[in-house]
């Protein structure tokens, strides 16, 4: 992910994924390096059903990236690496991402 923000809606995005302490933990110890599940759920002392829905959040904004690998004896264990990024954030930045966001329009003010 580059520095700069194309849209409002990966800016809604990133900053929802980095809105979580997991998360941030999760990112740290993938900065170390690729990590299976399990061993980076043993590192973080969390489960794995909690785990996959944090790595899942992370891989929508494209923090992180996962690779399934199967094994000669037809095990599969799937990898998860951090993507590189930098965030820039100004006033002027979300100014201009918000004129593209396709959520929610604006509250109108009621006429009277």
Known sequence: MSGTLRTGDELVSLLAALASPHRLRILAALSQGRAYVSE??????????????????LEAADLVTGELVTAPDGSSVKYFQATPFTVSLDLAAVALAAQTLTGAEPAREQEK
């Open 40 to 57: 980076l759920a043993r590192r973080l002392q969390m489960n794995r059903p909690l785990l996959y829905m944090h790595l899942q959040k």
